[in-house]
């Protein structure tokens, strides 16, 4: 790829730039939902209690799914985008490294919430896992931001 394509593209596919952005709200907007209904949503049963909101299940599924996307993603913009960039350093190299590493401890803590030794341990699991999603979101945010003003203007 020449030096002017690279710096058109930011030597990423169309289709995983598109894949990225697309997955990446499903995840985060899945995560915000569930926050959402588990902290403030009850609905009334049959007998009489209050229970969870059947969406708030449909968002861990979705968020499950996404996140096995992500991964894949993530796999293919690592030689292409992530390592090219990391050689070359400078322009966003911060808000890059921080995502990566913020992605390698979602997808850990994630399996840690598939697989919990206890409910406490999980509490605080998922209190690191949904903390890290919306600082990985909001750099995310950061780190297109370029392309994302073009889109608006
Ligand atoms: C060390 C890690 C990383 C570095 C050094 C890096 C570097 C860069 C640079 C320099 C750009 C601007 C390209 C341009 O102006 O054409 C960019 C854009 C972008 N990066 Fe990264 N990046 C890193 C990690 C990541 C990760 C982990 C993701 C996704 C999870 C990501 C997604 C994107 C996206 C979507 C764009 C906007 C591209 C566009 O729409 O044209 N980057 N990155
Ligand atoms: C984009 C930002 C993200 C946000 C806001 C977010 C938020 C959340 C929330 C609120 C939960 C539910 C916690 C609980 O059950 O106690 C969750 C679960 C989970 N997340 Fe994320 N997350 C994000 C990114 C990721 C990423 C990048 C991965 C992995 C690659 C991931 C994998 C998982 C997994 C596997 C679960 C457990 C699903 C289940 O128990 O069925 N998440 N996430």
């Given amino acids: 790829m020449s030096s002017r394509s690279l ?3 930011g030597s990423m596919p169309k289709i995983s730039k598109i894949s990225l952005y697309l997955i990446l709200i499903i995840l985060a907007f899945s995560g915000f939902i569930w926050l959402y209904l588990d902290h403030f949503v009850r609905v009334n049963t049959e007998f ?8 708030e299940y449909k968002m861990l599924v979705t968020h499950g799914i996404a996140a096995y996307f992500f991964i894949f993603l993530f796999g293919a913009i690592w030689n292409d985008h ?6 070359i350093g400078k322009k966003n190299f911060r808000s890059g490294v921080f995502m990566v590493s913020t992605i390698s401890t979602l997808a850990i803590s994630g399996l840690m919430l598939y697989y919990p030794t206890s409910d406490e341990f999980r509490n605080i699991v ?16 950061f780190h297109a931001k370029a392309k994302i003003r073009s889109i608006k203007s």
């Fill in 126 to 141: 998922s209190f690191i896992h949904w903390t890290l999603g919306i600082a990985l979101f909001a750099t995310f945010l």
């Fill in 48 to 55: 009489g209690g209050a229970a969870h909101h059947p969406i």
């Fill in 82 to 87: 992530i390592k090219k960039w990391f050689k």
């Fill in 7 to 9: 710096k058109k593209t």
